[in-house]
DNA sequence: GACATATTGTTCCAAATGGAACAACATTGG
DNA sequence: CCAATGTTGTTCCATTTGGAACAATATGTC
């Protein structure tokens, strides 16, 4: 999962800022959004960390999916057909492991996998129906659950924000290195 | 690690829309920026991914140190003195997670530990001179490849994704769900 | 064709992960 | 004081993870 130099995964942090009884000094635990060496990386991730984790979460608990398996479904909803190293090179994940989670999709009906006949390595991958109804339903979790942790910011900052993410996330993925 | 919906874990992604022969179809693996139904979402874990990974990898390279052991060194440099507890809380990783971590950076000398006499349970925990040293490293490390994932953004829009990612990070702390 | 090299998908294995239960200590309420 | 409950740090264990090696197939070079 992403992890930031403190790994949050969810969200909560405790505020005591109202000065009670601290026995160890300085107890703000808060305190280290303001005072890490990188608080763009670090607020990044833990933003990140607030959408992704509880979504993950959900669709382990609803659809008894765990991440990986997701990550098949979500690419192959949005291609017409990939063969897992596709998967693998747009998930940025081991081959291995989208092995694993091709083949659990596979026992459960969500992809299907017909052998390439142009190259005997590889197989191709389709998204079934019901692989494609359960993706929209899990994408509807992460898309609620976005709104839910942005919703801080104003319909303004919000486009503004969606724009600036746009442009770095371009430049990032074209670093390459 | 933090994952998107499809686990972005470095930042490379092959760009190839230069509409060269492609047996199969759709084959821009960048597609997924524009189509995912959460692309705020999912720039900002793959921004955070682009940005942690290599930099984890680093650390474990060069220092040795795994995630959740550089965890402990960031927050207890952040703060005086900790409990293992604290630094759970803090980082929102699982205590058994930290217990490990705290062992193992109190046998490399980078943190040190002391019964707390007003409280049997637990433990009251320090960085060391070695261990601050070796934070203000890696911190260096994160720092400069935060700037690299970044430096899309001209000085401005630096500024202001700064100010937008503050405001969202502060209210998404206070969720608390 | 023959041989070296690359790629795909898989298995193996060592490490990391996190939920659950646990002992030790603390706190609360009688 | 005593019992019930909560908290801290730890261990246990099942699952997940990803590097490495592997067989099968493909490509390139002679």
């Known amino acids: 999962m992403l992890f930031c130099p403190t790994a949050f995964h969810g969200s909560e942090v405790t505020a005591m800022s109202d000065g009670s009884s601290d026995p160890s000094g ?32 959900a669709i382990k608990r609803d659809f008894g999916l765990i991440r990986p398996e997701y990550t098949v479904l979500a690419c192959l909803s949005h291609y017409p057909e990939l063969t897992a190293q596709d998967v693998a090179t747009i998930s ?32 191709r991958l389709r998204i079934t129906p019901a692989g494609r109804a359960l993706h929209k339903k899990a994408a509807a979790y992460m898309a609620a659950r976005q709104e839910e942790v942005l919703a801080g910011l104003d319909a303004g900052e919000r486009r503004t924000l969606g724009a600036l993410l746009r442009k770095a996330a371009q430049y990032a993925a074209a670093l390459r290195e």
């Open 92 to 123: 940025r994940q081991p081959r291995n492991t989208i092995s694993r989670a091709v083949h659990r999709t596979l026992a459960e009906g969500y992809i299907e996998r017909a052998p390439d006949p142009e190259d005997g390595r590889q197989a």
């Open 26 to 57: 300085s107890r703000d635990l808060t305190a280290l959004f303001d005072t890490v060496e990188f608080p763009d990386a670090f607020r990044i991730t833990y933003l990140g960390n607030a959408i992704i984790n509880p979504v993950y979460d």
